[in-house]
């Protein structure tokens, strides 16, 4: 009785902004104001044709994807170094792969254009990636880490012995025993990056702005419920890649490594 | 058969300052089923992993019908291993899995699925091509991974503990069905166990292990009889050692100790008096416990030869000098 009061006082206490949200974002009028006084898509339909949100939507997936990609490329040989151990140091390499996680990104991002702007990159994509990458790496590197300390170390040898190569035991075993961990943190990655303000604010140009960035641009200078259309825009895009994967594949096969019977 | 000989030579591999192989000559006849016996740690299970390639050895030559398998990567031996956790392919399915080897060999997909076929059949697993290792009883993954190590048909089998995760009395079903098996295919096996009665069983020839070296290889029955050393005679079977009772290690056998009235002749026999302490029923055996003195002599008799004598009687325990062992020290 009191745990589901609990809940319920729960979920309002988070549904509801997002319901206030949904609610404004199809308002006929020209300002924010709760309740509407009436329905209309003029808001959705004008920000999905501006191109000061669509750009930065479209930099936005485009820097989730690479980040994920490139934490994928960084945290899976380490996961399986790490994982075998054995060697000096392990430990501590370890915790220094994750220690982004308990860095302010502000300072990071700071530390990073001062960097970049020494190599002669300043802003850009690339500082964008870089800093996106050193962000998400630490939730890559868990799940990854945490698949690949569960795997029995016998099936890479069990494939060498059947005549694999270490390339092609990558491939055919280790590879897809890891992919469960390597979806669950490129899930992570994404949404991270997708939502990530305080690098994205120092780092982004103009042609490189995120979604982010744009929006808080926006509401700096103006306040009209463009911005609740932009923001259902992107909780619909990130509910619809969820329910994309969950359709697909069943996202705690994919997470978990759990077969279906 | 002619295919399968394998020959190792002054082999040789430590770890920092543990040497675990130390010096292992080994000759296992083709077709013939070679267990390696012996406690934890005394370097049968690096010695079947330096043969398999996973461990490289320090020293020593390792040859398969004369193909020097030294410095070649275990890709390329083409040798049939089966896995103490089996290490089948968790995402893969039943048939992928045996399969697994033709199709890094590049095996077309028709011959490979009618080798398959073959294979499960030969491990009595026919119907199961399309599960996964985690829908698979342990007997029946330890069977799939028997079917993936031989669908190759290797020159050598290896098996690292295959049976040690199975329950008692599957354990026992699986041996035989094992031995079955090598016997019909005439493979060369070699057979990793810690499990005394294990190897006895399964086995043309047992070498016994103890620290890196193999101190006894023959029949089971030698190993058993005419152990080479005190090292054997105390790590196959149970055994009673008689120290003080002649030169030397001297030791004899439970199954040859016999009791007697205290006081009856000895015939030549060597024996002690003392009193049963103990009887533990085994089912087809009695174990009777002498206490003599500060010695304790076990004696073993079938369960069903007379009536069991009463725990704290007065007795003889004696054997006749030729079932002795004895060892220089």
């Known amino acids: 009785m009191i745990r589901s009061a609990y809940l319920v006082v729960a979920g309002l206490f988070i549904l509801t902004p997002l319901v206030v949200v949904g609610v404004v974002a199809f308002t006929s009028a020209s300002f924010v104001s709760f309740p509407t006084p009436g329905f209309s898509l003029r808001w959705i339909t004008k920000v999905l044709a501006d191109p000061a949100f669509m750009r930065p939507l479209a930099n936005s997936v485009l820097l989730g994807l690479a980040a994920a990609l490139s934490a994928a490329l960084l945290a899976v040989p380490a996961a399986l170094a790490l994982a075998r151990g054995g060697f000096r140091g392990a430990a501590e390499i370890e915790s220094f792969l994750l220690s982004p996680l308990s860095l302010p990104a502000l300072i990071l991002s700071i530390a990073l254009l001062f960097y970049l702007s020494r190599l002669g990159m300043g802003a850009g994509f690339i500082g964008l990636l870089v800093g996106h990458t050193v962000i998400v790496l630490p939730y890559m590197l868990r799940t990854v880490l945490a698949v690949a300390r569960g795997a029995d170390p016998a099936l890479e040898e069990a494939a060498f012995v059947l005549g694999a190569d270490p390339w092609r035991s990558f491939l055919h075993v280790t590879l897809p025993i890891l992919r469960p961990g390597i979806v669950a943190g490129a899930l992570f990655s994404f949404l991270v990056s997708f939502d990530e303000v305080a690098v994205a604010l120092l780092l982004s140009t103009v042609s490189t702005m995120t979604l982010p960035v744009a929006i808080l641009n926006h509401v700096a200078n103006n306040y009209d419920p463009a911005i609740a259309a932009i923001s259902l825009i992107k909780i619909v895009l990130v509910v619809a890649v969820l329910v994309a994967l969950e359709l697909g594949f069943g996202l705690d096969r994919l997470m978990l490594s759990r077969r279906r019977p | ?329």
């Open chain 2, 1 to 329: 058969m002619t295919r399968g000989r394998l020959e190792v030579r002054g082999l040789r591999k430590r770890y920092g300052a543990q040497t675990v192989v130390d010096g292992v000559d080994l000759d296992v006849a083709a077709g013939s089923f070679v267990a390696l016996l012996g406690p934890s740690g005394c370097g049968k299970t690096t010695l079947l992993r330096c043969i398999a390639g996973l461990v490289a050895a320090d020293a020593g030559a390792i040859r398969i019908d004369d193909r020097d398998m030294v410095g070649l990567p275990p890709w390329r031996r083409s040798l049939g291993m089966v896995f103490q956790s089996y290490a089948l392919f968790p995402h893969m399915s039943v048939a992928a899995n045996v399969g697994f080897g033709l199709r890094m060999q590049g095996v077309s997909r028709g011959d490979a699925a009618e080798r398959i076929a073959r294979a499960l059949q030969m491990v009595r697993m026919e119907g199961f091509d399309g599960r996964r290792p985690a829908q698979l009883s342990g007997g029946q993954q330890q069977r799939v991974a028997l079917a993936r190590a031989l669908v190759t048909a290797p020159p050598v089998l290896l098996l690292d503990e295959p049976l040690s995760a199975l329950d008692a009395k599957l354990r026992l079903a699986m041996r035989s069905e094992l031995r079955e098996l090598q016997r019909g295919l005439g493979i060369t096996t070699l057979f990793v166990t810690h499990d005394q009665d294990e190897a006895m069983a399964v086995a043309d020839q047992v070498a016994v292990m103890d620290h890196g070296r193999i101190v006894q290889i023959a029949g089971p029955e030698t190993v058993y009889r005419r152990p080479a050393t005190p090292f054997v005679a105390e790590f196959i079977g149970r055994i009673n050692r008689l120290d003080g009772l002649a030169d030397g290690l001297a030791m004899v056998r439970p199954e040859h100790v016999r009791l007697c009235p205290p006081g009856d002749s000895l015939d030549g026999d060597m024996g002690v008096e003392g009193r049963i302490v103990d009887i533990v029923f085994a089912g087809d055996r009695l174990e009777i416990h002498v206490e003599a003195g500060d010695r304790r002599i076990l004696c073993m008799r079938s369960a069903t030869a007379g009536p069991p004598p009463a725990i704290g009687s007065a007795v003889r325990a004696a054997w006749s000098r030729s079932d002795m062992l004895t060892y220089r020290t």
